[in-house]
């Protein structure tokens, strides 16, 4: 059982450049986000999804696009990356309740924009 | 939206010392959770635990909802509990599909 899996690791892009970052679960969970993380700071919300073909905006949405296709996977799409967007980023997926509920996350994703 | 604010911001101790931390939340919610971020980064659920008060080995955690605030208490610390707690909330008119974080308390133990 994998839990999430985040891909790639690690990641330099140039100015300007889009890339995918890879986010699947393997527990069935209805419940998927993304998350950013810079350094002194908490994690914020970029976008979630409740469910296949179910995405909205967090709290920091602008120059990421996500969808939603499967129940198993959660793409983070980068448009056009700026510096502004170096960060760590973080997928995690949870169900909708129950005795056993609470956040998996993944490994993250450590972005550099240079 | 929601605030959540977390003390102490950090917090060094020697092991085998007990340690309690911190979350406030500015309204009313139906999801608060306590992660540890390792030092290497990995983010683990420790607690679901929106009222009431729930244990699982060394730590503990207790929410007062009518009051807003929850508290992480760890006993006997090891330096693997080294990294930093956050606790995360989501208000109560929303479900449990997004959490807003607090700041984190950055722990360290010396040995």
């Known amino acids: 059982n994998a839990g999430v899996t985040q891909t790639p690791k690690f990641q330099v892009l140039k100015t300007g450049q889009s890339m995918t970052l890879q986010c699947a679960q393997d527990?069935?969970?209805?419940?998927m986000s993304w998350y950013r993380q810079d350094p002194g700071m908490g994690l914020r919300l970029i976008h979630y999804?409740?469910?296949?073909?179910?995405?909205d905006q967090g709290e920091v949405p602008n120059g990421y696009n996500v969808s939603r296709s499967t129940t198993e996977d959660f793409p983070l799409r980068l448009l056009s990356a700026a510096p502004s967007q170096t960060s760590v980023y973080f997928c995690?997926?949870?169900?909708?309740?129950?005795?056993?509920?609470?956040?998996?996350f993944g490994s993250g994703t450590r972005l550099t924009v240079v | 939206g929601i605030q959540v604010e977390q003390s102490p911001p950090d917090l060094i101790l020697q092991e085998g010392a007990n340690s309690t931390l911190r979350c406030n939340f500015s309204d009313s919610v139906n999801n608060l959770q306590w992660f540890h971020q390792n030092p290497w980064g990995q983010l683990i659920n420790l607690f679901y635990i929106p009222s009431g008060t729930k244990q699982n080995g060394r730590l503990s955690a207790t929410t007062v909802a009518t009051e807003r605030y929850s508290l992480l208490y760890i006993s006997s610390s090891q330096t693997t509990d080294s990294g930093v707690y956050f606790c995360a909330v989501e208000p109560w008119n929303f479900g449990n599909e997004k959490l807003t974080f607090g700041t984190g308390t950055r722990l360290t133990i010396i040995p």
């Open positions: 995690a997926s949870s169900s909708v309740g129950g005795p056993n509920y609470g956040y998996t």
């Open positions: 999804s409740v469910g296949a073909g179910i995405t």
């Open positions: 527990m069935n969970h209805e419940y």
